[in-house]
Structures are given as C-alpha cells and as structure tokens.
C-alpha cells in the first residue's frame, strides 16, 4: 500500500509489484490523477516528488525508488509560482521583473 498526495487529495493505493523505476512511479501517479497531472508535468524541473519520514516527520525529495517501502506517504509538489498557470499575470511579472512598468 502506498499513499499519494497531490494538492488537498490524497489517494491509497494497493500495488501487486514493486516499483522498479521513477517511471514506474511517474506512471502509477498519472494513473492515480489523469485529470490533474500530465506526464510533462510530472518531468518538469517545477516538479517534485516527497516522500515522508514518518521517524522525524517531514518530507523530503525522492531520489532512489529503494526508499519507497510499504505504507510509505509521496508527495507530489509543485514549485512552480501560481501565476505562472496564467498568461497575462506572467507576462505582467516578466514586465515588472525587468524595470518595465507597463
């Protein structure tokens, strides 16, 4: 059983396999959120996958699929900044962060 968190939903998931690779669990995500995450989005440098140390609770990136155990939380955070989902606001931004007030 895995846990997978992406915004405020958070999805259990009972897995028959190992997990072998990140693109294992890259599609395993997408399966779990079709409506919510694309397989660009997922490699994309603005996105990164948590997983929780339950001994010290707090997430941490994930980077060898070893650390994935049974019961284990993942977390898939975005670190992109909101308004750059919205054209005309990133545009404005790119304007403001180079001197141009426009």
Do not use: C, W
């Amino acid at each position: 059983v895995l846990f997978l968190q992406y915004g405020d939903e958070t999805r259990r998931v009972h897995i028959t396999h190992e997990l072998s690779s990140l693109d294992t669990l890259h599609a395993l995500v997408l399966h779990m959120f079709p409506q919510k995450l694309t397989a660009g989005m997922l490699k994309s440098p603005n996105t990164a996958i948590l997983i929780k140390d339950e001994a010290r609770n707090v997430f941490y990136e994930l980077e060898d699929i070893r650390d994935v155990q049974d019961r284990s939380v993942l977390k898939i955070y975005r670190k992109e900044p909101v308004y750059a989902s919205y054209p005309v606001a990133a545009a404005a931004a790119a304007h403001l962060a180079n001197g141009d007030l426009r």
